[in-house]
């Protein structure tokens, strides 16, 4: 946990610390989807049935196609959206629980990338990666040292001072995960995060994540782009029509990708519904 | 929440919304002038009631053909009498030639015979006398042989008192009516602000700040701008008083004895933080109604 020179802690972590039990958080994992539903229409559930386990640590590709409800799954891990039916546990506790006083303190915990970038145009780079340490009250003085570090991470370092506006899209990207991962957060969600990005662009910021994966934290990864998924070897969540269609490793045993393995089962509590 | 982040946002809010922040607060320092002008009125009518109140005057009006004896005698009566300060004798063609210096009419009015001005004893009071006593002396010495009539003045005291309370009272309206006028304009420029930065804030919503983090920098924006504008007001009302003093002193002070005051500092700190202190409210109200976090 990050402290200031003054000994203060700036990491709130009181979403971790209440209501977790000390022993077993080691090892369990970060997040739990139990029979998740979530309907935006009475008739029509956008998710349905869903279980996954995401284990600490792990880089994860959540595919499928258009509409599937990759954006749903994890709109519903940040709070944007609530579930209907359904747990979902991050680091223990139930997401959709959470008064709505607290969802602050969960997406501190959270770094979140999206297609749009979703970065202030009228900043300044700094600013940009700055505001995520500026809300947990750090000094200034250790927000600049963060910050620097984190734009060096990113391959942006120097670039402080442009304004956010003038770059092109793959360093507004840049920005936007050097935003994400400036507070060492737990779990990464991508949104489609090379969805705007030119195909080598992409590769670039998917290595990027694959980096920031490599110092230990969970990514989440949704595209529906199977040449980004071709070229690496994570687990695959495929989502289709709101469930969760295959949970396979690698392109390898995708189903039209030419070899026809049968399905690997991963992990503890995954249930893998066929289509 | 680290003070200089929230005022370095602030400062960051204010340089983008210049443009519209400048036009609210100048369109409502003319609202702040008004009331600071009302209150400038009201200052110096009060000073001029309580410097007319301190300096009860009277005049006894003498019958036509009093006797000098009986009006010596008058006048020594007079003397004793403990409210009496002093005594002076205006005969009528004293009072017509005063009446002249004072009024400055035209050749017609100056060829008015003395006999329209009736002689006087003008008496003046001691300071803080008792109004009901004054009324006591009156009525006693308009008894007295060779007294025609008593002026008290108190009507016209009377009436700059109740000409006082009412600009009392329709300067509390005008704070009142200016107080939700400016709690609107700079609601309104808050939510415009807020409609104008909505990536912004989602971005902050995204990264987990709380509310309070969110809506801080428009708070402390809105309420530099009451603070501005009201400020901006009492700058203008202070170098237009400095201009005019000149002209006022020459005419208003010599005809009422007193000299044009500016307001009082307690008078300057309630207007300037007064308006600060609406332009946080304004700006509070406003982001609960259009800033659900
Ligand atoms: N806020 C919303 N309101 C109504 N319907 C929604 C909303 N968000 C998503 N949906 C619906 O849920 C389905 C899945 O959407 P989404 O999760 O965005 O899919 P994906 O990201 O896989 O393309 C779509 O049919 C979409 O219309
Ligand atoms: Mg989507």
């Not at chain 2, 982040?5 to 983008?16: C, D, Q, S």
């Not at chain 2, 708070?219 to 202070?238: I, M, S, Y």
Request: one cysteine or more; aromatic letters at 8%; charged letters at 25%.
């Amino acid at each position: 946990m990050a402290r200031g020179s003054d000994g203060k802690v700036v990491r709130p972590f009181a979403f971790f610390r209440a209501g977790a039990q000390q022993d077993s958080r080691a090892n369990r994992p970060i997040l739990v989807f139990e029979d998740v539903y979530k309907y935006f229409r009475k008739d029509q559930p956008t998710l349905r049935g869903v279980n996954l386990v995401i284990e600490r640590g792990e880089f994860c590709f959540v595919t499928g196609p258009s509409g599937a409800g990759k954006s749903t799954l994890l709109q519903l891990v940040y709070r944007k959206h609530t579930v209907d039916a359904g747990r979902i546990r991050f680091a223990g506790r139930d997401v959709a629980r959470l008064k709505s006083s607290s969802i602050p303190f969960l997406r501190r915990n959270l770094g979140i990338v999206f297609q749009d970038f979703k970065v202030v145009k009228h900043w300044t780079v700094y600013e940009n990666v700055a505001v995520a340490l500026e809300i947990l009250d750090m000094p200034p003085r250790l927000v600049r040292a963060r910050v620097a570090e984190a734009l060096e991470r990113v391959g942006l370092a120097g670039r402080g001072g442009d304004r956010t506006e003038g770059l092109s899209g793959g360093e507004q990207q840049r920005v936007a995960v050097a935003r994400a991962i400036v507070t060492e957060p737990a779990l990464i969600l991508a949104d489609e995060p090379t969805g705007n990005l030119d195909p080598h662009l992409a590769i670039d910021i998917l290595t990027l994540f694959e980096e920031i994966h490599a110092t230990g934290t969970t990514v989440l990864f949704a595209t529906h782009d199977h040449s980004l998924i071709g070229k690496r070897d994570h687990r695959i969540i495929a989502l289709d029509d709101g469930r969760v269609l295959e949970a396979r490793t690698g392109l390898r045993s995708w189903p039209g990708a030419g070899e026809s393995k049968p399905p690997t089962h991963e992990g503890s509590g995954l249930r893998v519904v066929a289509g | 929440m680290e003070l200089k982040t929230l005022i370095g946002r602030a400062k960051r809010g204010l340089r983008e919304e210049l443009r519209l922040y400048l036009v609210a607060i100048s369109s409502l320092s003319v609202a702040f002038l008004c009331v600071a002008g009302a209150l400038l009125a009201l200052t110096n009518l009060s000073a001029l009631a309580e410097r007319w109140g301190e300096s009860a005057r009277m005049t006894v009006y003498l019958r036509d053909g009093a006797q000098a004896a009986d009006v010596a005698q008058l006048r020594v009566v007079l003397e004793s009498l403990p409210e009496v300060r002093a005594v002076e004798e205006l005969t009528a063609e004293d009072a017509r030639a005063l009446f002249l210096q004072h009024a400055e009419v035209s050749a017609d009015l100056a060829a008015l015979p003395p006999e329209v001005f009736p002689p006087s004893l003008e008496l003046s009071l001691a300071t803080g006398t008792d109004p009901s006593r004054i009324d006591a002396m009156a009525a006693r010495v308009a008894q007295l042989r060779a007294v025609e009539d008593v002026e008290t003045y108190r009507g016209w005291f009377d009436r700059l008192e109740s000409l006082l309370s009412a600009g009392r009272g329709l300067a509390g309206a005008l704070a009142l009516l200016v107080a939700l006028c400016v709690l609107a304009v700079i609601g309104n420029t808050i939510r415009l602000a807020v409609a104008r930065r909505r990536d912004e804030i989602e971005v902050l919503k995204l990264c987990g700040a709380t509310d309070a983090f969110v809506r801080g920098p428009f708070v402390v924006e809105g309420t530099f701008q009451g603070f501005a504008a009201a400020a901006l007001a009492v700058l203008v009302l202070f170098f237009g008083f400095l201009a005019l003093r000149g002209e006022l002193d020459a005419s208003l002070a010599a005809l009422t004895g007193i000299r044009a005051a500016f307001l009082q500092p307690w008078m300057l700190v309630a207007l300037i933080f007064g308006g600060a202190f609406i332009g946080a409210m304004g700006s509070a109200l406003s982001l609960r109604r259009y800033l659900t976090v």
